[in-house]
């Protein structure tokens, strides 16, 4: 097709959806009041709520809510959100009502503001507040308040606002019957957004405190600024701030929470109070869990919150949605692709259409029968296919050992050889980049992009299969079970499973639909292309327990074991499996000194290099575990 042709087709299609987008924001405000109103809490404390309220006195309406720290803009009843995504408006058009609330000590709403404010499972006065309780209060007087509602309520939300939908499950109002958090907020020591097995998220966590966090000490509609940043290199930026003892002075000293994350280095009571799974234990309402496999934010959270609900709430309606989605794709109107790499569909469409909304009018409005949502529903790349799945993991999922070889090999057979490692000089004034470009932002993409510039670098070690001969697909946790030693008493250890595409890979022709249109082939040479299926960090001194570091003895082989999120991807026939092993990945995590100290109060002077060997032998085998599914 002529690139023309190609241009016309892409306008169209750009053109069409605004056109739909200013139907429907009519059509809202033809059929919808916009009301804002303050809600009093059990200890007084009133949260400014917005409610779109449906003019039809016809029939009765569901209740469906979103509480969030990030804002009910815009304010003024005159003024409507301009809602963008298909299925979102489906809530308008099957009369919901549409709640949004500014949670307690933000925005509009009184109160202090308390970041993941612990749940209280003891409350005995009404001073005892937690967010399940403002969740409860609030839904106890929307039932109550709202004309012609039905008495059933639902609460979904995205990542922190996904966090409060976890914490409405747990209110335990009757009225409550359907929660889907999405990319919840769940554990920010262990794996979600700021930390990772203990290894601190630098970028993302400056970036978002820095404004975020600003106290403020009234009702506000005025957000704060953002950090005057002198650069638009972010590897830059972070390089020549330093230490994080220096990030602290760029910080200043207003942001309560940032100061939290200094006094609390270890997984300690402050930080176990914060993890979400320990409170999952009485889940009522039919729980629809959602997540992207590539996200580079909540990945943890997905998985762990619905593996959690299973374990200790038997009794719970749980189902998990895995898509192969940026941090909330799925909300988007194109699930088509991310970054270079192209899912063969609309996943986001797809995920909204079979499962959210039946989902929701099902348990809300009882409308049709009892959705058919299985109890894993997951995208495996590679082949591009939805799984729909009895259990998560797979019940035919086997944990099967691949083996690092000497040379660089990787194989899953022991190491032939009594002696042999590999070695690297992990330097903290040459760290290793998450990324090939310069960028200011940390990207979404980077979960699934090309790793041949890691792979060039002599601070990476890389292994990797020979060409495949049939296909490979995994699905669950990886385990990497290495055995190292270091020259320094700490060091990280970032291991990476990668796909490697054939050299003479290429997309095809353009693939076109009636609801889009793009180029599939891509400019970016996909032959060759090393694929991040899966990354992850444990900082080396954590190795042994999150709650207590303990240092490396210099040169000593020790093990270093730790899970990394799950994986769904089918390594196919004629490709290549990778795994590349690094000791720094900068600035997406902050650089260790490569001494076992308190890292937050580390100086530029305490940073020395660190030689890490990386064994396998026969005596010393360095494997990954991988969750193989057996072909059918």
Not at 146 to 175: K, R
Not at 198 to 221: M, Q
Not at 412 to 417: I, K, M, R, T
Not at 605 to 614: A, E, M, Q
Request: charged share 20%; net charge neutral; proline share 7%.
């Amino acid at each position: 097709m002529k690139q023309g042709s190609i241009l016309l087709i892409t306008l169209l299609a750009y053109f069409t959806s605004a056109a739909r987008v200013n139907e429907d924001s009519l059509w809202i405000r033809n059929n919808y009041v916009k009301k804002e109103m303050t809600i009093s809490m059990r200890d007084g404390v009133k949260l400014f709520t917005t409610v779109y309220v449906p003019k039809n006195k016809t029939e009765k309406h569901p209740i469906l809510m979103m509480r969030t720290p990030y804002s009910c803009a815009p304010y003024g009843e005159q003024y409507f959100n301009n809602y963008h995504t298909r299925y979102i408006n489906h809530y308008f058009r099957e009369g919901y009502y549409i709640v949004l609330q500014d949670v307690r000590g933000r925005w509009m709403s009184e109160g202090e503001f308390v970041d993941v404010r612990p749940f209280n499972p003891n409350k005995k006065t009404n001073k005892d507040i937690d967010e399940a309780s403002d969740t409860y209060d609030t839904i106890d007087w929307l039932v109550k308040n709202l004309e012609n509602n039905n008495g059933n309520v639902g609460v979904f939300g995205i990542s922190y606002p996904g966090f409060y939908s976890t914490m409405a499950a747990l209110s335990g109002h009757p009225a409550l019957k359907a929660v889907s958090p999405q990319a919840p907020v769940t554990d920010w020591f262990a794996g979600d957004d700021f930390h990772h097995n203990g290894a601190f998220f630098i970028n993302d966590a400056f970036a978002f405190y820095s404004s975020f966090g600003k106290p403020r000490p009234k009702p506000t509609t005025v957000g704060p600024t953002e950090y005057p940043y002198p650069t638009q290199d972010n590897y830059k930026f972070y390089l020549e701030a330093g230490s994080l003892t220096n990030i602290a002075r760029l910080m200043g000293d207003s942001i309560k929470f940032w100061k939290d994350l200094y006094a609390h280095p270890a997984y300690d009571a402050f930080w176990k109070a914060r993890n979400v799974r320990n409170f999952l234990t009485d889940v009522k309402p039919a729980m629809l869990i959602v997540g992207g496999t590539f996200d580079a934010e909540d990945c943890f959270g997905a998985w762990n919150t619905y593996k959690a609900i299973e374990g200790q709430s038997k009794n719970a309606n749980n189902r998990l949605v895995m898509g192969p989605w940026y941090h909330g794709q799925w909300a988007s109107n194109d699930g088509s692709y991310m970054g270079n790499v192209h899912f063969g569909s609309n996943t986001a469409a797809w995920y909204q259409e079979n499962i959210e909304i039946p989902f929701f009018d099902f348990y809300l409005k009882g409308k049709g029968k009892t959705p058919d949502i299985k109890e894993a529903t997951v995208f495996f790349t590679g082949e591009n296919n939805w799984k729909q799945l009895p259990a998560w993991p797979p019940a035919d999922m086997q944990m099967t050992p691949i083996y690092l070889q000497p040379k660089g090999g990787l194989s899953f057979s022991l190491p032939a050889v009594t002696e042999s490692s590999s070695t690297y000089r992990s330097d903290p004034a040459k760290p290793v980049p998450y990324t090939e470009d310069v960028h200011f932002n940390r990207t979404i993409s980077y979960m699934n992009d090309d790793q041949r510039f890691a792979a060039r670098r002599p601070d990476v070690l890389v292994f990797q299969t020979d060409t495949l001969t049939e296909d490979l697909t995994l699905g669950g946790p990886v385990i990497a079970d290495l055995v190292v030693s270091s020259s320094t008493t700490d060091a990280d250890f970032v291991v990476k499973v990668i796909d490697v595409f054939p050299d003479n890979f290429s997309y095809g022709e353009m693939q076109a639909s009636t609801a889009h249109a793009r180029y599939v082939s891509s400019t970016y040479p996909m032959g060759g292309y090393q694929m991040l299926v899966r990354g992850e960090v444990m900082r080396g001194k954590f190795r042994n327990s999150l709650e207590n570091p303990v240092p490396f003895k210099a040169n000593e082989p020790t093990t270093v074991k730790f899970t990394l999120p799950d994986v769904a991807h089918t390594f196919q026939k004629g490709h290549r499996l990778m795994i590349q092993i690094q000791s720094s990945w900068f600035p997406l995590v902050d650089m260790n000194p490569q001494q076992f100290m308190n890292i937050y109060k580390a100086e530029n002077k305490d940073f020395i290099k660190s030689d890490i060997n990386v064994y396998h032998s026969n005596k010393r085998a360095s494997k990954i575990m991988l969750p193989v599914i057996s072909p059918r």
